[in-house]
């Protein structure tokens, strides 16, 4: 990891990322939430990607890994914001936005934004909406009204956070009711063994995509992290077909 960067926005703030110069197209991976760079699904697309002359662009949100900024005062419309800085930054080619759980709800509002810049869209798990399927009517008033959620984290000993503001920018930028305008290519892997966001999810998003060259790939005993090394494996066969199939 030593050769993070970093992209200073307006205001100051330092986000950090790693990019590997390459051909098109460039890959951009979205981590999830609270997850950043130095993760196995995002240093595995990395460093596949710079093996074989890919240009891939990884990230931390601002208040994740090494960026700076508060997580607690983290959006999907601010980390939008960077992922389009950079991309504007450093990349003119068409661009594959990959998205994990959170970061599956975010590449669809980067790439409603990139237009035609866009090649595709891989998601991972992801979680559109959910700030809406994910909490119940109790928590939603909590949150409207101001107070933070906390929940039991699987993943670490500290539990999981989820922020007024991060609520309701999400609440104000739902997907899964109507129509969303992209008609790129789209790979979806979900698990059926996840126990966070539920498979019919990406069946979900399939329909909702205007596009009509979309695949749902379903791993029967894949859990909702699918960073194992067959999940991997498959993660990087479908980027690399897709990828070969814009050429």
């Given at each position: 990891m030593s050769d993070i960067q970093f992209h200073v926005m307006p205001g100051g703030k330092r986000i950090a990322y790693r990019y590997a110069h390459g051909s098109g197209p460039a890959l951009v991976f979205l981590p999830g939430y609270m997850s950043d760079m130095a993760g196995g699904k995002a240093t595995a697309v990395f460093e596949w990607a710079r093996a074989r002359?890919?240009?891939?662009?990884?990230?931390?949100?601002?208040?994740?890994?090494?960026?700076?900024?508060?997580?607690?005062?983290?959006?999907?419309?601010?980390?939008?914001?960077?992922?389009?800085?950079?991309?504007?930054?450093?990349?003119?080619?068409?661009?594959?936005?990959?998205?994990?759980s959170m970061g599956g709800w975010l590449m669809l509002a980067v790439g409603q934004t990139l237009g035609g810049q866009?090649?595709?869209?891989?998601?991972?798990?992801?979680?559109?909406?959910?700030?809406?399927?994910?909490?119940?009517?109790?928590?939603?008033?909590?949150l409207l009204a101001g107070e933070t959620i906390y929940d039991e984290n699987p993943y670490g000993p500290d539990p999981t956070p989820l922020h007024p503001g991060f609520f309701s920018d999400g609440q104000a930028q739902l997907l899964l009711g109507g129509e969303?305008?992209?008609?790129?290519?789209?790979?979806?892997?979900?698990?059926?063994?996840?126990?966070?966001?539920?498979?019919?999810?990406?069946?979900?998003?399939?329909?909702?995509?205007?596009?009509?060259?979309?695949?749902?790939?379903?791993?029967?005993?894949?859990?909702?992290?699918?960073?194992?090394e067959q999940d991997i494996a498959l993660l990087l066969r479908t980027v690399d077909a897709l990828s070969k199939g814009l050429v």
């Open positions: 002359g890919q240009a891939c662009l990884l990230l931390d949100y601002s208040g994740c890994g090494a960026s700076e900024g508060d997580f607690a005062d983290g959006t999907l419309s601010l980390w939008r914001e960077e992922v389009l800085a950079l991309v504007d930054a450093l990349i003119e080619v068409p661009v594959i936005v990959i998205g994990s866009l090649a595709g869209l891989v998601g991972l798990a992801p979680a559109p909406d959910f700030t809406d399927w994910g909490r119940s009517d109790a928590d939603k008033a909590q969303i305008p992209i008609t790129a290519p789209a790979r979806l892997i979900h698990g059926q063994r996840d126990p966070d966001v539920s498979w019919d999810i990406s069946l979900r998003l399939a329909a909702a995509l205007r596009s009509d060259d979309v695949q749902v790939t379903l791993v029967k005993d894949g859990d909702h992290r699918l960073s194992r």
